[in-house]
């Protein structure tokens, strides 16, 4: 009798460890930065003209590529658009167009061209944080991968982005980014 109790016990314990080792693995929610300020607002960031410069670094953490990019956003009837132009560091350039849409939760998705789906945008205090599958050209194909996106914006104007890719629940690259917005009056 005695021994059942004690695999009881350490059968709940063991699944409990597993739960708290699981939930440290998740990823912070936005809220978290409810009250951080200055306050992250979409349209005024990402409306005339940006530059980002950034670098991506494979599951290693070794640094592979660097690049910088134009960013060009405008409103219209409440739906965003922000055009991107990377430039990398061996002379590829890519193109990205968002479209950022209101929902009815008083959210954004946003779509691209080379997004498939659409993307959830959740936004609190300083914080953007997006998630989305982007298709990236691989060895004359093209690989789905989904992205993690959590943007902060340290400054008016400046923002830091992070980004965690991902496929088939394995980190395979991640984004490091800093984009600043042009004409800001105070930088």
Request: net charge negative; aromatic share 10%.
């Amino acid at each position: 009798m005695m021994r059942h109790v004690c695999r009881s016990v350490m059968s709940k314990a063991a699944a409990l460890l597993c739960v708290l080792l699981l939930s440290a693995c998740s990823a912070p929610d936005v809220s978290l930065y409810a009250k951080n300020e200055p306050k992250f607002e979409l349209r005024p960031f990402f409306s005339g003209s940006l530059m980002a410069h950034g670098i991506l670094k494979n599951r290693s953490g070794e640094v592979i590529r660097y690049f910088n990019a134009t960013l060009e956003g405008s409103w219209k009837e409440g739906v965003g658009t922000l055009a991107e132009v990377f430039t990398f560091d061996d002379g590829e350039i890519q193109y990205r167009t968002w479209t950022m849409t209101p929902n009815d939760k008083g959210e954004y998705t946003a779509t691209a061209n080379d997004v498939v789906g659409v993307g959830e945008i959740k936004i609190a205090g300083n914080a953007l944080f997006m998630k989305y599958i982007l298709q990236v050209p691989y060895d004359d194909d093209l690989l789905e991968v989904k992205v993690d996106d959590r943007m902060y914006m340290v400054r008016d104007g400046v923002v830091m982005n992070e980004s965690i890719m991902t496929k088939f629940g394995v980190e395979v690259g991640y984004l490091s980014i800093v984009i600043t917005k042009l004409n800001q009056a105070d930088h």
